[in-house]
């Protein structure tokens, strides 16, 4: 084991109270907005802030315990940081950069990364003469240069353009894949998790609120904010017979015989709108109105009034075709099938 | 040749729409300008640069600029190897009376370097407050000796090094350190090899501001040190002392100062005070 960890510490307003684990070889994501306290964990988890209450062990060494007086400082962790904006050292080369850590552990430098993350043409250039890319391919290989028992990364791609963060992403899960030591990714956006992560933690508000594996978490949203950073619509209600009674009123129907409590998960692209009464093999047909239409890349979503109130994805075309706008009143259905039902 | 008149009738215009500033304005800004160059302008007048290379090799005058050298630059290493530090808990420490403490780290630009020498005076004096242990104890007499002349002018220039180099650790992202933490350094490493380096500009401008303020030091110095050619007789007292009997010497030994004073000034340009331009 990596990492376990039970972490209690407060920051603000928030009160962060979340247990973690990381098996060497995996790569865990941490997913949450904004302010739920995942860069606190990863902070307290280095060492660059003490815990409240609870425990770190890393490597099944304790590094931070109140309750036995345990707190190891950072320099002493093993654990490497890649730090959001990459903080390389401005005075330094990158080859100094790299050297830095090695050095100062008195170890020989795990230089296997250079070579292995096309850094040796950049030896001799400094931090300001590098491109976004290359700035955090040095800083990994500066992290990784003191042979860390475990890696923390700190929304790796976040200080990227759009353009290349596409191209340092496939890089980074081919570089995660083969690196033998937990690894924990703190990130806000869904994409990193889904590609990167073998397993997802969803912090919200301090809390656990749900984890899984990443294909699991992916397909079973059990969150608003989960469903919304997914792009799907989570509906929650009690089923019976096979038909949910939604709590935000209305019904769908299902194709399964759950029965109780259930969260269920429609993708906007499983709604179809429609002008008039439909006639189809859908078994959800409502009549509804438009609040909101907002374009997003290639598709167009539509947020229907309901009930339920669920959202759409449309092409642009049939958006003009069906003459879309907010206050429009619309036909809408969608598939039991497409009513993807799991317990809460 | 049209487009250069037309440039220039163009600039006439905006020059136009600039000139907004009240004509009282203008006056007393050029009578202030007037004010600080005319006493300089004065000085190079009657500086007899005919004599000059004789005036500077007197015995009175090399030996103020040798002593003036090493005690500005002793002084100047005082308030580095002093000062950084306390810059450094000041930009990075959060204590109670903090408000306090950078008040008095400001105090001797305020003061009137004569009570600067006072105080240092009834502090390290033989009947001070610590200069009567020093001398019971260790024999040690700081005023009027050239360690008095260091300590007179290390008192007066330590607060344009800490306020040089607080202003720069402010400046600086203090997860740089937190980064070097996560590589196995510990605070000390940091510290040398992380903070230092990344404040280096406005440390020498801290560096070279101190020295400045030392090599010009009067009130404190005259005061706690006393006036001895060869010991205590820097080259602003040797100024003073040569004004009452050689007014040629005088002035060459100014004109030292002033150009010293205009190099550091151009090499800093927009450094002052950390900050850059």
Same mark, same amino acid.
């Given at each position: ?82 730090? %959001? ?9 990158? /080859?100094?950069?790299?050297?830095? @850590? ?33 700035? %955090?391919?040095?800083?990994?290989? /500066? ?25 340092? /992403? ?27 992560? =073998? /397993? ?9 609120? %749900? ?35 939604? =709590?935000?009123? @209305? ?94 | 040749? #049209? ?20 004509? *009282? ?9 007037a004010f600080l160059l005319i006493p300089l302008a004065g000085l190079l007048r009657e500086t007899p640069w ?9 015995? #009175? ?40 403490? #950078? ?16 105080? *240092? ?122 004004l009452?009997?050689?007014r040629d010497?005088a002035l060459?030994?100014s004109l030292?100062?002033l ?19």
């Amino acid at each position: 084991m990596s990492l376990a960890a039970h972490i209690t510490t407060t920051v603000g307003t928030v009160t962060i109270d979340a247990e973690l684990t990381c098996h060497a070889g995996e790569t865990v994501a941490l997913l949450g907005p904004n302010g739920a306290g995942k860069s606190t964990l990863l902070a307290a988890i280095a060492g660059l802030r003490a815990i409240d209450d609870g425990y770190i062990h890393i490597d099944s060494t304790s590094v931070d315990e109140p309750a036995r007086a345990i707190f190891l400082p950072p320099e002493h962790r093993r654990v490497g940081v890649l730090f %959001q904006d990459y903080l390389l050292f401005p005075h330094m080369t990158v /080859r100094q950069n790299i050297a830095f @850590g090695p050095k100062n552990l008195g170890i020989a430098s795990e230089g296997a990364w250079i070579a292995a993350l096309g850094l040796t043409d950049l030896l001799d250039h400094k931090p300001n003469e590098l491109s976004g890319g290359q700035a %955090q391919r040095v800083a990994l290989a /500066r992290a990784l240069a003191t042979s860390p028992r475990l890696l923390l990364l700190d929304e790796p791609l976040a200080a990227l353009d759009a353009s290349t963060k596409q191209e340092v /992403r496939a890089e980074l899960r081919n570089f995660l894949q083969q690196f033998q030591h937990g690894t924990v990714i703190v990130t806000h956006d869904p994409v990193d998790a889904l590609v990167l992560a =073998d /397993r997802i933690v969803v912090l919200e508000d301090g809390r656990i609120t %749900q984890e899984g594996p990443t294909a699991v978490v992916a397909r079973e949203p059990r969150t608003e904010y989960l469903a919304t950073v997914l792009g799907v619509t989570l509906v929650r209600g009690v089923a019976k017979n096979g038909v949910i009674a939604c =709590d935000a009123g @209305g019904e769908l129907i299902t194709s399964v015989e759950t029965d109780g409590t259930v969260v269920a998960v429609i993708r906007p692209q499983a709604i179809s709108l429609h002008t008039g009464k439909p006639e189809g093999s859908a078994r959800n047909v409502w009549r509804t109105s438009v609040t909101r239409v907002d374009a997003h890349g290639e598709h167009v979503r539509v947020d229907l009034a309901g009930p339920p109130p669920l959202s759409a994805a449309i092409t642009p075309a049939a958006v003009a075709e069906l003459g879309i706008a907010p206050g429009r009143e619309i036909w809408a259905s969608v598939k039991a099938t497409d009513v993807l039902v799991h317990s809460a | 040749m #049209r487009t250069s008149n037309g440039q220039r009738q163009r600039e006439r215009h905006h020059k136009r729409a600039q000139a907004q500033a009240p004509s *009282l304005v203008m006056v007393l800004a050029f009578v202030a300008l007037a004010f600080l160059l005319i006493p300089l302008a004065g000085l190079l007048r009657e500086t007899p640069w005919s004599e000059l290379p004789e005036l500077l090799a007197s015995p #009175r005058a090399i030996e103020a600029l040798r002593l003036s050298l090493v005690s500005s630059i002793l002084a100047a290493a005082v308030a580095t190897i002093l000062g950084v530090p306390l810059a450094w808990v000041l930009a990075r420490r959060d204590f109670r009376g903090q408000r306090l403490v #950078r008040g008095v780290v400001l105090l001797p630009l305020v003061l009137p370097p004569v009570v600067g020498g006072v105080a *240092l005076l009834t502090a390290f004096g033989r009947r001070g407050l610590v200069g009567q242990y020093l001398y019971d104890w260790f024999g040690i007499q700081l005023p009027f000796s050239t360690a008095g002349v260091v300590m007179a002018e290390a008192f007066v220039a330590l607060p344009f090094l800490v306020l040089t180099v607080e202003g720069a650790l402010r400046g600086i992202d203090p997860r740089f350190e937190m980064a070097a933490r996560t590589l196995g350094a510990p605070p000390r490493t940091v510290f040398f090899r992380i903070t230092v380096p990344m404040i280096s500009a406005s440390l020498v401008a801290g560096i070279v501001l101190a020295w400045a303020r030392a090599l010009g030091e009067f009130g404190a110095t005259i005061t706690f040190a006393g006036n001895f050619p060869g010991v205590t007789q820097t080259l602003p007292l040797a100024v003073y002392s040569a004004l009452e009997v050689s007014r040629d010497e005088a002035l060459a030994l100014s004109l030292v100062l002033l150009a010293v004073s205009l190099t550091v000034l151009i090499s800093l340009r927009g450094r002052f005070l950390g900050s850059r331009s």
